[in-house]
């Protein structure tokens, strides 16, 4: 398949599985996919899809499973993801996202799996990550995400779901210092 996502798309409510994973989409998301009130799945991995996340994807209250990594999609992520209470399975790798990770994530209490790898996400890690008591799998690497060393029980939280995090992060040593040091040399070090 090839081409955009066409509008229409909107108009099936009962539809419960959208897999459209590996083809050639291209162009936005579109916002009308917010009127699937019965999705419980959609997989749009690895096409060629651009723009930013749509809103209103916070209204699919059934999704369970939300996979649009490998995309070229820009933008923040919206914080109305956090509205996603059912969702098990949350990847945005491989995209352009950028700016901070919403702390509404935070609300994801069913959230099993979580992949923001391999974008251009940017600022503080939000403390709010350590609700996810459920995840099973975690990736937040090859981003712009800071923390500072003073938050040792989000260090810790981080370290324990995501070993590898720290390769791949930076955090400063206080607030009033602006050198950005590789975590890893930080904890191994002294």
């Keep these: 398949l090839s ?45 060629q899809l651009s723009g930013p996340i749509p809103p209103e994807i916070g ?17 923040s992520i919206p914080p109305e993801i956090g509205n996603l209470s059912n969702l098990d399975f949350l990847y945005l ?21 979580l992949d923001l790898g391999s974008n251009q996400l940017s600022g503080n890690i939000p403390v709010q990550l350590t609700k996810l008591i459920n ?13 500072t060393v003073e938050d040792l029980g989000l260090l810790a939280w981080l370290t324990y779901y995501d070993p590898d995090w720290a390769k791949t992060q930076y955090i400063t040593r206080s607030d009033t210092v602006k050198i950005m040091v590789p975590i890893y040399l930080l904890l191994f070090s002294e």
Excluded: A, K
């Excluded at 999704?63 to 995309?71: P, Q, S, W």
């Excluded at 995209?95 to 990770?101: A, H």
């Excluded at 975690?138 to 923390?147: A, E, H, I, K, R």
């Design 3 to 47: 081409g955009p996502i066409p509008p229409e798309i909107g108009n099936l409510s009962s539809l419960i599985e959208l897999y459209l994973e590996h083809n050639q989409l291209s162009g936005s998301i579109p916002p009308e996919i917010g009127n699937l009130s019965s999705l419980q799945s959609l997989d749009l991995l690895d096409n």
């Design 59 to 75: 209204n699919l209250s059934r999704l369970m499973l939300l996979y649009i990594d490998y995309n070229q999609l820009s933008g």
């Design 93 to 113: 790798s491989g995209n352009q996202l950028s700016g901070p990770i919403p702390p509404e994530i935070g609300n994801l209490s069913s959230l099993r799996y």
């Design 135 to 147: 995840l099973l799998s975690f990736d937040l690497s090859y981003n712009y995400l800071v923390t």
